[in-house]
Antibody, heavy 123, light 105 residues
Framework: QVQLQESGPGLVKPSQTLSLTCTVSGGSISSGDYYWSWIRQPPGKGLEWIGYIYYSGSTYYNPSLKSRVTISVDTSKNQFSLKLSSVTAADTAVYYC???????????????WGQGTLVTVSS | DIQMTQSPSSLSASVGDRVTITCRASQSISSYLNWYQQKPGKAPKLLIYAASSLQSGVPSRFSGSGSGTDFTLTISSLQPEDFATYYCQQSYSTSFGPGTKVDIK
């Protein structure tokens, strides 16, 4: 059974960089059948893609966040990470890491999610 | 960018009711449409992928249909555990719909 677990600070100061790590267990992050995502949800609001990375290293970033986002993979630790720079209160959200299925003719979809971690941006 | 809309934004229903949620894309996305269920304080859960394929372990009362720009999620007989928020998601260029909250009448 695949499991994903987010880790990182729950409080970040405005203008600083938010850094989160997702540890994957029960499966290899190096598989070409999957991509690795970050998705967030502000309190009381809907879901927003931040971006994702394929095992090859290619990435997709939400255009509205692209200038501030970096997603990377550490295959030796079976982890992937998110960095979001110059944060403001608007970046306060529950951040989810997730695994997506790729390489099919039917499209792509997210089949496993972490439990989510609340990150608050405040001084 | 492809914009996703859902209707209604919320609905009230009773146990046993047939419930239909609609998702519309601003341009054709073929069948690249997925549905997720989210309960308060929990991560979303995949229900339907590729518009009409039922994810393993999901009850058969859930079904999806549609292609192009118009899609539906149907719950044939609403159960107490189905009260939740439902999101569609297009994988053509990656975005979520705004969600539909289903609560108890």
């Amino acid at each position: 059974q695949v499991q994903l677990q987010e880790s990182g600070p729950g409080l970040v100061k405005p203008s600083q960089t938010l850094s989160l790590t997702c540890t994957v267990s029960g499966g290899s992050i190096s598989s070409g059948d999957y991509y690795w995502s970050w998705i967030r949800q502000p309190p009381g609001k809907g879901l927003e893609w931040i971006g994702y990375i394929y095992y090859s290293g290619s990435t997709y970033y939400n255009p509205s966040l692209k200038s501030r986002v970096t997603i990377s993979v550490d295959t030796s630790k079976n982890q992937f990470s998110l960095k979001l720079s110059s944060v403001t209160a608007a970046d306060t959200a529950v951040y989810y890491c997730a695994r997506g299925v790729t390489g099919t003719t039917l499209g792509e979809w997210v089949d496993y999610w972490g439990q989510g971690t609340l990150v608050t941006v405040s001084s | 960018d492809i914009q996703m809309t859902q209707s209604p934004s919320s609905l009230s229903a009773s146990v046993g009711d047939r419930v239909t949620i609609t998702c519309r894309a601003s341009q054709s996305i073929s069948s690249y449409l997925n549905w997720y269920q989210q309960k308060p304080g929990k991560a979303p859960k995949l229900l339907i992928y590729a518009a009409s394929s039922l994810q393993s372990g999901v009850p058969s009362r859930f079904s999806g249909s549609g292609s192009g720009t118009d899609f539906t999620l149907t719950i044939s007989s609403l159960q107490p555990e189905d009260f939740a928020t439902y999101y569609c998601q297009q994988s053509y260029s990656t975005s979520f719909g705004p969600g539909t909250k289903v609560d108890i009448k």
